[in-house]
């Protein structure tokens, strides 16, 4: 049986259950439920997304599929990182740094913050003086790396990358989940164990497409 697309997902699922009475909406559940533990512990070169968001508040909403935040760069006179603050240490920098290009970043609940603070200079907004660069349009453009949550499979939406590459994943994280919703302890230990050792390969691969290639010597 081929596993290319959600339809044919739901069926290897029934297929494995080896049960007449797993419906095909409590199926749906375990397809929701194993992608929630894909979000949880994947973290892929093709999870990463790269998008540019425009801040023109203090608290800009990150975008609706992150997961986890790589880089964050500001494309001035030329392009340079924004270095990650902890919201403690926002404080202090937002007295220190009051104009010119964004030097800090830092995530608040389910916002980006950044130092300067974005409208700190617009009259309008604070009544002081004149906008300094680069708040002139109220609006501060960055562009983030960041880990992306899996697009989940639906009737509209039949496949993604990982149901593509490792259809196995899909198969026993479900089968997972069923045991644990028909309280087979001993099949949520048999799929868990083969979890993990798709998650280690994954992970493995992962960090070859990232840090792959000979080792090179130098000489001299």
């Given amino acids: ?18 049960r007449s009475n797993v419906s095909t909406s409590t199926i749906d559940t375990f397809i929701d439920l194993a992608e929630s533990e894909f979000n949880n512990r994947l973290r892929c ?13 203090k608290y800009t909403d990150l975008p609706s599929d992150f997961l986890e935040m790589r880089v964050v760069e500001y494309d001035g006179s030329i392009l340079k990182n924004v270095a990650y603050a902890t ?6 920098l937002r007295a220190t740094y009051t104009s010119g290009d964004p030097v800090a970043y830092s995530i608040r609940g389910t916002s980006l913050e950044l130092v300067p603070e974005v409208g700190a200079d617009d ?45 196995n994943m899909y198969l026993y994280e479900c089968l997972r989940q069923m045991s644990i919703y028909t309280k087979d302890d001993a099949s949520v230990a048999r799929y868990a164990t083969l979890m993990q050792g798709y998650y280690s390969g ?3 691969s992962d960090n070859g497409k990232r840090f792959g290639g000979p080792l090179v010597m130098r000489v001299g």
Wanted: net charge negative.
């Fill in 45 to 57: 070169v093709e999870q990463e997304t790269v998008a540019a968001l425009a801040c023109t508040t």
């Fill in 202 to 204: 994954l992970q493995a």
């Fill in 123 to 167: 009259p309008t907004v604070d009544g002081f003086g004149s906008d300094v660069s680069p708040f002139e349009t109220g609006e501060v453009e960055v562009i983030l790396t960041y880990y992306a949550k899996i697009t989940a499979l639906s009737d509209s939406n039949t496949t993604n990358w990982l149901l593509t590459s490792h259809p």
């Fill in 87 to 92: 919201p403690e240490y926002m404080a202090w």
């Fill in 1 to 18: 049986m081929a596993l290319a697309t959600y339809t044919d997902l739901k069926a290897a699922v029934a297929d494995w259950a080896h």
